[in-house]
């Protein structure tokens, strides 16, 4: 099987290797290693093997080079190197049963030879214990001395565990210094090195207590019978207790080493000395360490002092005794328990019972158990009643019946309901039930209880019939029991029950058994239900039950209640209202909450309130406006508190501009900023996190406000977050709160405003906002319109693409509108317009002729209350949600302005006005880029094309796996550290091209220009370097590998680079053999090919791509992460 | 009964006068016939007061004579807040000696936990230890062995299996080892353990690399902080609230979590008594020292029952348990009509003890205990070695190694600080 590995990888390995060097062959060690290190750590393992295969091929030599990049901490970043290392000696120690010398175990140790840093040393140490074989053992003796390295190499060696690692560590024992001693002698413990007892013994005979409890406890681990007088009088010396040496521990352990070794004469003798010395308190845990021992050694002929020490006063120790006769316990040993049980103490009888419980002889049940649940003593026979759990169980209920007959005590009648409850099952019902008769009314509850706990739904009938006894406690069990045994069949019988009880408690408990029959069934009982209400001259005891209904009808009932003058029918209505299973109990709860008066039926309303919105099926931005509705009839903090923490689960941007407002607020600061972090995060297993600069800045006052034990994760989460989050700006307001800044009147239309003059437009503009002035008004953060004309005001910046949210309101007979780039409009009106047809709702875009003008459905609120419109337009198509629900879909929005052009791409957003009183608050907009990067008018003037649209890659060839389109941006993402290029379709010679990069950490990349389609192009084309060469990892470059050189060729300027994550602009004009580079505007290359190259290239090697003088361009990658974006070309000569 | 208790009070006062010296007299010295009255406190001292050892200070049904921990200001703290009676140590090794105490509670980085654990058993302690229980799988079989040579209870710090809601279920894991044992869903069973069932995996304990060397705090022991850890140059992160990520003390997400969503899991499928046969591991390569991330952890048992960790709820379906006959999902909900009415129709799983203070009066094994303690954490280990080692590995329940894997079986026992030799 192994070998089969072996060839396999090895041919593997040619293959790649082959490939590689086809590719790779000219390039420098160095190269080699920095473009590994541009890959770690991998994001996958497979990638990691394939690299370390990568490197092992680089020989020691390159393996050193890895090591070379070591540094001691704090004085640079090798996180890379390390990375490499670790996974380097994990990959080389391999999978097998036995770890061989590898390539990679000799360069280690070359490496430590040649490193004079301690910390490097030690880390380089640490990795042999991955791959390290007997090879490493004599370079690692020379730091056996060394007080710095001793530690990590004694690690090693243990781990490597050879003899000869073991005689290694034996050889430097005994010289070492004293206070490294110590470690040694464990050392040598953990190895089990017999060849050490000599020494070892020595050592348990010095003064230091240290060095003597380290040799004891090693003499121990090693167990050579000679050992047997050192340890035994270091125990003596200790008089078998815990002391400074530890002897009586090592003792012990010795012992048990010495049984597992087959030495069990000694090891039993040794077990015998301490029966013999421990029997004061503070030695009863080594006793039972010889007991522990002396039942392994001896088995069954160990039961006699077994059965005499069980009879020891310390119940600690008799535990322990009976733990140890359980194992491997034979028949006839448990008879003799069985016998030794009469005799026993309580307190050991309970522990006989437990330890005997799970055995099958018969003796057990009959002679023991039996005894014990009609033993004296409670504790027995709770004890006696707990182990019939695990006994036959048609023996044991009979038992158990008898006991519960019997007993007066609470607690014997909770054990025997938790045994009945482990033995039965819903099949044993009737058989529990024929007992009834015989039992007391205690009797009787255990038994109800327990058909209720198995669901006995057959015995409903029994147990109703037991109803009516004079004992309350009986009583309340049977209607407790109710809602676990009853039917739809029951249900009559159920109506005729809560009728006629009386008991308030026992009122609740037959209200909830006939709710879960309700809620259960699929049939309908209305009917049967409406006519015992009716009937029933106490209505209030079925208004409960009403919810389960879900119907019109019982709703109204439910309201009448709620408004009747009795606190209790109120209450009760309340609670109706709080169970209602959809969403029409909601404005029922609104109506109360807001006009109550009396606290504690507010905060009952209030409750019930919220809980049905945030239960509700509504969307959330409608879920949003309902709790924003009853905020300001909150009373208390405890109420807003609650209103916050129901916002928390609506995951919008919304909700979290609502809770941020009371971030402020100290006594409410925690419980929003843990709303906010909640709302702006992602839930688990989901992509809903929220972003943009409101969020980040809502989150990051969040977390520095939050406080409490649970804190610091969030606030973890809360900085991961931030850390992560894209730059894009999100959603911002356009409406400030406070006044009209940012907006402007309205001149006329987009079109006419076009034919004007600046001047004409300047003065009409003046004109219009002065208007506005006088029309609109902000008040509490709302935009009012109190004019009487329709002087509409509309947003100081234009907008193409975006996403929009606002709240609107309207009064009775209200018409209004949003105008998206300057154009009517998304609808906006009041319902009851039907004259002009305003009963399709709002929402619609409403001067369309061609495409949709209606709404999909009606979702207004009703006229005077908040609604959230989101509305989204992208090219010429608007979608639109009111208060969440979809009413206009992706529809064209036509220019009304002119029907033969189509709609503007960049225009204002406007507010309509409309004559009556409306409303605008949280106006938000959030700019969406389509990305399309279009040239500059200059460069169109020029004759540059755009190579690169943000949105596919249809200008190019080549690997389209590892190149992807990104948020606009081409990035690459090398998945197995994939050396694919991405080529220009055309092919180029002379030309100017520019293009935007940005860099990770030591990425690599390179622009390859009048390259084919094969081979390596730095040779085959040539290559022009796109590097981090700031990164430690090219710490040792040749001038021509820079970024920017023409590698191997001309050697460029350095130190022009943007930082890491910034971007980078540059141009490339090549024509002829000429070649300029200029990066971020400063020129690092201005040369020739073919000069450069007169007395050989720099590299020495031979560049056939030099005679080439057209090809494609093209991005070579790595295997490293970076983004390019802005790419565009002008042709010189084509 | 009146009597009784008197005459134990009586017998308390003169054993005060003949022990003079110490003030509370060891439950064991009371010996008699094991009769404890209920007012009888059990003694305890708390290890590691930092973070988790505050929660053990109150924790009920004993009482408090001893903290401990490798930094002054801690200790410090936390003395101000416990009673006079409370005694503060910075040597763990000076409460183990106290004849006074019964129980030790290990609230220490895990790193810590092992040989914590096996020297109270050989002081003749019972032990209460936070999870995860040990940080090699070698340290988990000397705590067993430890804990049956001398007799000892010891509790692991965990108790879905047996209390309280079991996280995203949101009912008790008796509902759930009910609903297996009913047989409904049929086996083998697939459990997944994700944001989406449920549990969430925490990936902020990931370490730093290339920390820069600080210098030790005053206040703190750095040593004996580190006790069998190896010695790496200090900073900050790497102790107190932060050192979940860093290898050479827990295990990140999974050493925090981890312990807490498995051990039940072995419970329900009825694991206790052993382990996966295969751990397959996909994640990022890792760092040699700070613990990275993963994308999904895969343990398999013998009998074909899995366990999936999937680190980025990338299975938005999956249900928490799968069998052939049916599911269980987030929220306890099943794909098997009248599931709650199967469950209440089957008898009660087996008993449990559940208050350690029980376990320790009565001397029977605490529900989660040592022995199937162990079990679980070895699978958090396993997890940790496949990860560290990148690769899959195959292990044996019985020997409890991995197999044919040296290199695997050498973080078995991997090797700290050679020992914690002082």
């Given amino acids: 099987m192994k070998k089969t590995i072996i060839i396999i990888s090895a041919f593997l390995f040619i293959v790649f290797t082959a490939q590689r060097s086809n590719a790779q062959i000219n390039r420098t060690l160095e190269t080699k290693v920095a473009d590994i290190l541009a890959q770690l750590p991998t994001n996958d393992l497979e990638h990691s093997d394939k690299l370390m295969e990568e490197i092992i091929s680089l020989n020691t030599e390159g393996i050193l080079q890895f090591c070379k990049l070591l540094v001691p901490p704090g004085t640079g970043n090798d996180t890379q190197a390390r990375y490499a290392i670790e996974s380097l000696a994990i990959y080389s120690g391999g999978k097998g049963n036995t770890i061989e010398k590898n390539s990679v175990e000799d360069a280690l140790l070359k490496a430590l030879e040649k490193s004079s840093d301690q910390e490097i040393k030690t880390f380089l140490i640490e990795r042999l214990q991955f791959c390290g074989t007997n090879a490493s053992t004599i370079q690692l003796s020379k730091y056996l001395s060394d007080k710095e390295l001793y530690m990590p190499t004694l690690a090693t060696l243990t781990v490597i565990g050879t003899p000869e690692a073991a005689n290694t560590i034996l050889g430097a024992t005994k010289n070492a210094d004293k206070n490294m001693q110590p470690a040694f002698i464990d050392a040598l413990g953990v190895l089990k090195f017999k060849s050490a007892t000599k020494l070892l013994q020595q050592f348990a005979n010095q003064d230091s207590n240290l060095i003597k409890r380290k040799s004891l406890m090693a003499l121990a681990e090693i167990a050579e019978p000679s050992s047997n007088n050192t340890l035994k009088n270091a125990t003596i010396n200790a008089n078998y207790k815990l002391n400074g040496t530890n002897a009586t521990n090592a003792y012990i352990h010795y012992a048990n080493r010495l049984s597992e070794n087959g030495n069990k004469d000694l090891s039993t003798t040794i077990g015998k000395l301490y029966l013999k010395n421990c029997t004061a308190e503070d030695q009863m845990h080594f006793r039972a360490a010889a007991i522990d021992l002396l039942r392994k050694n001896e088995g069954s002929a160990f039961i006699k002092t077994l059965i005499k020490e069980s009879q020891n006063q310390n119940n600690e120790y008799t535990a322990a005794v009976l733990e140890a006769a359980s194992q491997n316990m034979t028949s006839s040993e448990v008879f003799k328990w069985v016998k030794t049980y009469k005799k026993a103490s309580d307190e050991t009888k309970a522990q006989i019972i437990r330890m005997l419980s799970k055995r099958t002889e018969p003796e057990v049940f009959e002679n023991c158990l039996k005894l014990a649940v009609k033993d004296n003593n409670e504790m027995v026979r709770i004890t006696g009643m707990k182990a019939l759990a695990y006994q036959n169980k048609d023996k044991s209920i009979p038992l158990l019946f008898e006991a519960l007959k019997q007993t007066k005590s609470p607690a014997e009648y909770k054990a025997i309901e938790e045994t009945l409850l482990k033995l039965c099952n819903t099949k044993d019902s009737e058989l529990l039930y024929a007992q009834i008769n015989e039992l007391n009314n205690d009797g009787k509850i255990v038994l109800i209880n327990l058909l209720a706990a198995r669901g006995a739904t057959s015995q409903f009938d029994a147990i109703t019939g037991l109803i009516n006894n004079t004992d309350a406690e009986l009583n309340d069990a049977i209607y407790n029991s109710l809602k676990s045994v009853s039917t739809e069949d029951d249900l009559p019988e159920l109506l005729i029950l809560l009728n006629s009880t009386e008991d308030p408690q026992n009122i609740k408990y037959t209200q909830q058994a006939i709710i879960y029959v309700l809620d259960n069934s699929k049939n309908d009982y209305s009917k049967v239900v409406i006519e015992a209400y009716d009937k029933s001259n106490e209505k209030g005891k079925f208004i409960p039950i009403l919810p389960s209904l879900n119907d019109d009808n019982s709703l109204t009932l439910v309201a009448e209640q709620l408004s009747s003058e009795n606190i209790d029918g109120k209450i009760t209505a309340l609670e109706a209202l709080g169970a209602w299973k959809n969403n029409d109990a909601i404005p029922y709860l609104f109506d109360f909450t807001s006009t109550c008066k009396n606290e504690e039926l507010h905060s009952k309303a209030f409750e019930y309130y919220l809980y049905q919105v945030n239960n509700s099926t509504y969307p959330d931005d409608q879920k949003l406006l309902l709790l924003k509705k009853i905020m300001p009839f909150s009373l208390n903090t405890n109420e807003k508190s609650k209103v916050i923490q129901n916002a928390q689960n609506i995951k919008t941007f919304l909700s979290l501009i609502f809770v941020s407002k009371y971030i402020d607020n100290k006594e409410l600061a925690n419980t929003a900023s843990n709303a906010a972090i909640a709302i702006a995060l992602s839930t688990p297993g989901e992509d809903n996190e929220l972003s943009g600069d409101i969020v980040r800045e809502i989150v990051t006052k969040s977390a520095n406000t939050i406080s409490g034990p649970e804190s610091q994760y969030t606030k973890i989460d809360a900085n991961e977050f931030l850390d992560n989050m894209s730059d894009e700006k999100g959603f911002l307001p356009i409406f400030n709160g406070k006044d009209l800044t940012g907006w402007k009147g309205l001149v006329k239309n987009p079109i006419e405003r076009s034919k004007m003059s600046k001047t004409e437009l300047a003065k009409a503009q003046t004109k219009a906002n002065e208007q506005m002035l006088k029309d609109w008004f902000v008040k509490d953060g709302i935009i009012g319109f109190k004019g009487e004309g329709y002087n509409n005001i509309c947003t100081i910046k234009d907008y193409g693409d975006f996403e929009m949210i606002v709240d609107w309101k309207i009064t009775n007979g209200g018409d209004s509108g949003i105008y998206l780039r300057g154009t009517p409009q998304v609808q906006i009106w009041d319902l009851a317009r039907v004259d002009v047809g305003a009963q399709v709702g709002s929402g619609g875009l409403y001067n369309n002729k061609t495409h949709k003008s209606i709404p999909l459905k009606v979702a207004d609120n009703p006229i005077n209350e908040w609604n959230t419109f989101r509305i989204k337009m992208v090219g010429e198509r608007v979608t639109v949600y009111l208060n969440g629900v979809l009413v206009t879909d992706n529809v064209v929005l036509e220019n009304y302005w002119d029907k033969g052009i189509p709609i503007f791409s960049k225009e204002a957003i406007e507010l309509q006005a409309h004559g009556e009183d409306l409303g605008f608050r949280n106006v938000y907009v959030r700019e969406i880029n389509s990305g399309d990067v279009l040239l500059n008018e200059e460069e169109q003037k020029e004759g540059f094309k755009s190579l690169f649209n943000g949105k596919d890659l249809d200008h190019w060839i080549g690997n389209k796996k590892d190149y992807l389109v990104e948020n606009n941006e081409l990035v690459v993402r090398p998945k197995q550290g994939g050396h694919g290029n991405l080529y220009t379709s055309k092919e180029y010679s002379d030309f100017v091209f520019r293009f935007e990069f940005k860099l990770t950490p030591g990425a690599n990349n390179g622009l390859g220009i009048h390259v084919p389609l094969e081979g390596d192009a730095a040779y085959v084309g040539k290559e022009l370097q796109i590097l981090d060469n700031t990164a430690a990892i090219y710490a040792n470059l040749e001038p021509y590998q820079y970024h920017g050189s023409v590698y191997g060729i001309i050697a460029a300027k350095r130190g022009f680079l943007n930082p890491v994550g910034e971007w980078n602009y540059e141009e490339v004009i090549v024509k002829g053999d000429y070649i300029k580079i200029t990066l971020n505007g400063n020129v690092i290359i201005d040369g020739n090919f073919k000069e450069a190259s007169r007395n050989g290239t720099l590299d020495g090697k031979e560049h056939p791509g030099l005679k080439r003088n057209k090809g494609h361009i093209a991005f070579l990658g790595h295997g490293s992460e970076l983004q390019f974006r802005n790419i565009r070309i002008k042709g010189l000569k084509d | ?422």
């Fill in chain 2, 1 to 422: 009964m009146k009597n009784k208790t008197n005459s134990r009070r009586d017998f308390i006062k003169k054993s005060i006068t003949a022990a003079a010296g110490i003030s509370i007299i060891p439950r064991h010295v009371m010996g008699g016939n094991g009769f404890l009255a209920p007012s009888d406190q059990l003694t305890k001292a708390v290890i590691g007061v930092g973070a988790m050892g505050q929660g053990h200070l109150t924790y009920e049904g004993t009482k408090l004579l001893a903290i401990c921990d490798a930094d002054g200001n801690h200790l410090a703290n936390t003395l101000k807040k416990v009673g006079k009676d409370v005694k503060g140590y910075r040597d763990f090794r000076e409460v183990l000696i106290r004849p006074d105490i019964d129980i030790i509670h290990i609230a220490a980085p895990p790193h810590w936990h092992g040989l914590m654990s096996v020297m109270a058993a050989e002081a003749g302690k019972d032990v209460w230890c936070e999870k995860p229980m040990t940080r090699t799988i070698g340290e988990g079989k000397r705590v067993v062995e430890a804990m049956k040579v001398h007799g000892r209870m010891f509790r692991l710090n965990t108790w879905f299996r047996f209390k309280d809601n079991f996280y995203g279920m949101q009912t008790p894991v008796k509902n759930i080892k009910k609903a297996v044992d009913s047989g409904a869903l049929g086996w083998p069973l697939k459990v997944t353990i994700s944001g989406v069932t449920g549990f969430n995996w925490k990936f902020y304990w990931v370490g730093k690399t290339n920390l820069t060397p600080q210098t030790i705090p005053s206040n703190l022991d750095y040593n004996m902080w580190l006790g069998p850890a190896p010695e790496k140059p200090y900073n900050p992160h790497r102790v107190h609230q932060t050192f979940r990520g860093y290898w050479d003390y827990d295990g990140g997400g999974l050493g925090d979590m981890g312990q807490h969503y498995i051990d039940p899991v072995q419970y329900f499928l009825g694991k206790d008594n052993t382990s996966p046969v295969k751990v397959e591991v996909d994640s990022p390569q890792q760092h040699y020292d700070a613990i990275g991330t993963w994308r999904k952890i895969t343990y398999t048992y013998a009998d074909g029952c899995q366990i999936i960790l999937d680190g980025e709820n990338k299975d938005k379906n999956a249900a928490y348990i799968e069998g052939p006959n049916g599911k269980i999902f987030k929220g306890f909900k099943s794909t098997i009509p009248n599931l709650k009415k199967i469950i209440d129709g089957i008898p009660d799983p087996k008993e449990q003890i559940s208050t350690f203070s029980e376990s320790v009066r009565t001397r029977q094994k605490f529900g989660l205990n040592e022995e199937n303690g162990h079990r679980s954490a070895t699978i958090v280990n396993m997890g940790i070695i496949a990860l560290r080692l990148g690769r899959n590995l195959d292990f044996d329940p019985v020997k409890q190694e991995f197999i044919n894997d040296e290199e695997a079986n050498r973080l078995i026992d991997q090797p700290m600080r050679s020992s914690w030799a002082y």
